[in-house]
C-alpha cells in the first residue's frame, strides 16, 4: 500500500506544478484541501482561496518550473514532501528565477492524498 500511496503524492506533486505552470487554478485547487495554506519565501501565509484568486489576477505566473530533487516520507494518512525546484515565475510583476525548496504536507482524505500545507523556502 505505501508504493500505491507514494505514487499517488508523487503524481498530485507534479500535477500542481503544471497546473501552475499552465496557471489552470481550477485543476489546483482540487489537488490541496479546503483549509491549504502557503507560506511565501518572504514569511506570507497565505490562504488556498487568495493565492488561486491572485493567481487568476495574474499577480503570480509561473512560466516554468524545473523539478530538482523530491524526497517523501508516507506515515499512515500524513505524507511530507520536499521537493526541491527552479521556478521562473513573474511576481507582482517582477520575473525571475526563484531556486525554491517546498516543504509540503499532504493528508489521505476521501481516498485521495490532497496537499493541506505548503511551506517555500530558496536553497
Do not use: C
Amino acid at each position: 500500500m505505501e508504493d500505491q500511496d507514494r505514487s499517488k503524492i508523487l503524481h498530485n506533486y507534479g500535477a500542481q506544478l503544471r497546473a501552475m505552470v499552465d496557471g489552470d487554478t481550477e485543476v489546483l485547487s482540487e489537488l490541496l484541501t479546503e483549509n491549504f495554506t502557503l507560506t511565501h519565501m518572504t514569511g506570507y501565509l497565505q490562504s488556498k482561496q487568495e493565492w488561486l484568486s491572485q493567481m487568476r489576477a495574474g499577480h503570480f505566473v509561473y512560466h516554468d518550473a524545473q523539478e530538482k530533487d523530491v524526497t517523501l516520507e508516507v506515515g499512515g494518512d500524513t505524507a511530507r514532501l520536499v521537493g526541491r525546484i527552479v521556478t521562473d515565475a513573474t511576481v507582482y510583476g517582477s520575473r525571475a528565477n526563484w531556486p525554491l525548496q517546498l516543504t509540503m504536507n499532504f493528508i489521505r482524505t476521501g481516498g485521495r492524498w490532497l496537499a493541506a500545507r505548503s511551506e517555500a523556502t530558496t536553497w
